[in-house]
Structures are given as C-alpha cells and as structure tokens.
C-alpha cells in the first residue's frame, strides 16, 4: 500500500511561503500524487495533481523529485483563509489504496 | 458549487432509527465515494460505486448499506443508529474508476447527521 506520511500540524503567517512534504516510499509505477484542501465542516477540495517534476497552477506548485518517493506542496504568500487541512493522496485508478485519507497537516496562518 | 449535490445538508434523528443520505454526482462522473468525518477525525472510507455496481468497500459497518441507482445517483442508509454515527458523511465523485487520475474527486458539501 503507497502509504502516506505528512507532518501532522503547522504554523506560518500571512505573506509567508509554506511548504508540506509528504513521504511516499512506497509509491508505486502508476501511481499519482494528489493534493487537497480542508476546511471546517467542508468537504475536501482538490488543489493539485503530479506525476513527476513540477506541477503549478493558479494556487500551488507541487514538486516531485526523480524517485517520486516524496512530493512538496508549495503554497506561495499565504493568507489566513489559507487555514484548513491538507492532504496528500497517492495512488492510480486500480488500486484500494488510493482511497484511504492519511491524518493530512493542519495548517494554521497567523496575522 | 462542487457539481457533486449532497442532501439533506443536516438531519436529526434519534438512536435506533433508519435514514437515508442521497448523493447525485457530477454530470459524467460515474464513480461515487462515501466518506464518514466524525468530529476532529480524519475521512474515513466507506464504500464506492462505478456505474452501479460496488467497487470497494472500507471500513463500513454492518447497520450501514449503499448503492448506485441507474441515474448514477447513490443513496447511503445508515440504520439502527447510534450516537457514535454522528457525524459528517461527504459523497465524492470521480469520471474515472479510481479517481485518481483527471483530478481526482470532487467532493460535495456533506450532511452532517447528528443522532441524539
């Protein structure tokens, strides 16, 4: 199984680049890396997706290095509507695994 | 608004009793995922449907059943409730079988069900 493993909380302040890593030895050939967003009483929302490399959008960058065995969420000049839940996923279309949420990084942003 | 409709958006209900949690998909999503989220808990998988029929099953309790009608809506029904099923039940939604490639799931706004 291509468990997951993030830092269970963290804490930056508005303007600040945030970056959580979450580790994935073993992931496996066609597995991706998917990111979400949480917040109170909300459902999950999707921020990025990655195979390898760099993946960026309007939100967030993900970085991928070459073993794909960790991947880096990169959210630049965080808010306070930044706080919330985030979670890594990996996993392809066949696998049980993809659907299992880790414990994800609580995020907060302070003034 | 997600495109994945959760009703009703909150219920209250007494131990022992039966409801019913209905999820419409995403137009063209065929796989729908139900998701337990107790309070300060992680999301915990139940079961998963493509295009009608199961295609995984979680940690889903007995009392607990589901299914995917031929509209690609699904129902949950929770039964012989007790006050540890309170909570907030999220439907996702994905085009493919797994969900993990093209973007993922896309979640709805949940029900939050609260058994007194």
Redesign the interface.
């Known amino acids: 199984l291509a468990k997951t493993t993030q830092p269970i909380s963290m804490d930056s302040y508005e303007g600040q680049e945030v970056n959580i890593t979450c580790s994935h030895n073993n992931i496996a050939t066609n597995?991706?890396i998917?990111w979400?967003q949480q917040f109170p009483?909300?459902?999950?929302?999707?921020i990025i997706?990655g195979y390898k490399t760099k993946v960026t959008n309007e939100v967030a960058s993900l970085f991928i290095p070459a073993d794909r065995k960790s991947s880096t969420l990169s959210l630049p000049r965080v808010s306070l509507s930044d706080t919330a839940v985030y979670?890594c996923?990996v996993?392809?279309?066949?696998?049980?695994q993809?659907?299992?949420?880790?414990?994800?990084t609580r995020l907060l942003v302070s003034p | 608004d997600?495109g994945?409709t959760q009703t009703p958006k909150h219920l209250i209900t007494a131990t022992g009793q039966r409801v019913t949690l209905r999820c419409s998909p995403r137009s063209g999503d065929l796989s729908v995922?139900w998701?337990q989220q107790s309070l300060d808990q992680?999301?915990q998988?139940l079961i998963?449907y493509y295009n009608g029929e199961e295609r995984?099953k979680?940690n889903i309790l007995e009392r607990f059943s589901a299914q995917q009608f031929p509209d690609l809506h699904s129902e949950l029904n929770l039964s012989s409730l007790e006050l540890g099923d309170s909570a907030?039940y999220?439907c996702?939604s994905s085009a493919?079988?797994?969900?993990?490639?093209n973007?993922?799931?896309?979640?709805?706004?949940?029900t939050?069900l609260t058994v007194v």
């Open positions: 597995d991706y998917t979400y009483s909300q459902g999950p929302r999707f997706q979670y996923l996993g392809d279309d066949t696998g049980f993809k659907l299992v949420f880790g414990t994800g | 997600s994945v995922y998701y992680g999301l998988f998963q995984a979680g907030l999220f996702a493919t079988r797994g969900g993990q490639a973007y993922g799931y896309t979640f709805g706004s949940g939050r």
